[in-house]
């Protein structure tokens, strides 16, 4: 199967400073990078995703860089609010197939 | 509003006797897919169907079933349930014209069996 992992499975950060988030990925073929966000008793929600003919995307708030080459997928949150305080795992796609890490769980310290 | 309904979000059962969580999605997607969360482990990809009348087994199908008759719903099927299969489960779906699109994803059901 694949392997999806995350460096650090706790994240703290203070109010206002900004968050990064690490994803390590193995299946060199894969095409389609998504991060989502889980907060307690609902499902997964969509942040961000990323091509891997791309490298970098940003949306509001939020950065995704992708680095082929040593296959690392990371997630910038800009000013961390205390809304963000959730789980975050990266999700890759290889074929007809989604596999997930086991995600980091962020604290904003207020 | 375009949304994946799981049902129930909460299930209690033993041993043996068999169950059925439904999953239904109004977005007219053609990908669904369950999924089981378990801690440290992830989300698993348990089977996923590509259309209708189309499935196929994901990482961890031992133990369940799936049918997908209409493009909206796709149950999961318990047919003896055991110990092990207490897990969270979500349902997902997404279009599958393109390849950059993401899963949608519903609430979960939370399964506990004795």
């Known amino acids: 199967g694949e392997s999806v992992g995350l460096h650090l499975p706790t994240l703290s950060v203070q109010e206002g400073d900004n968050s990064i988030i690490n994803c390590a990925y193995s299946?060199?073929?894969?095409?389609?990078f998504i991060w989502y966000k889980q907060e307690s008793g609902k499902g997964p929600q969509f942040i961000i995703d990323?091509?891997?003919?791309?490298d970098k995307r940003q949306g509001q708030r939020v950065t995704v860089l992708l680095n082929k080459t040593v296959k690392h997928l990371s997630l910038q949150i800009a000013a961390t609010q205390p809304g963000d305080s959730a789980v975050y795992f990266c999700?890759?796609?290889?074929?007809?197939?989604?596999?997930f890490g086991t995600g980091t769980s962020l604290t904003v310290i207020p | 509003e375009a949304q994946v309904t799981q049902n129930p979000r909460y299930l209690i059962t033993v041993t043996g006797k068999k169950l059925t969580v439904t999953c239904s999605q109004n977005?007219?997607?053609?990908?669904m897919s369950w999924y089981r969360q378990d801690p440290g482990l992830g989300l698993r990809q348990i089977y996923y169907?590509?259309?209708?009348?189309?499935?196929d087994k994901g990482d961890v199908p031992e133990g369940y079933k799936v049918s997908r008759k209409e493009k909206r719903n796709f149950p999961l099927i318990l047919e003896s349930p055991s110990p092990n299969q207490t897990s969270l489960y979500f349902c997902?779906?997404?279009?599958?014209?393109?390849?950059?699109?993401?899963?949608?994803f519903g609430n979960g059901t939370r399964l506990t069996v004795t």
């Open positions: 999700a890759e796609k290889a074929g007809n197939q989604f596999y």
């Open positions: 977005m007219n997607h053609e990908y």
């Open positions: 990323i091509r891997s003919n791309m």
């Open positions: 997902a779906s997404r279009p599958q014209t393109g390849y950059a699109s993401p899963l949608h």
């Open positions: 299946n060199s073929a894969s095409d389609y």
């Open positions: 169907s590509m259309n209708v009348e189309v499935t």
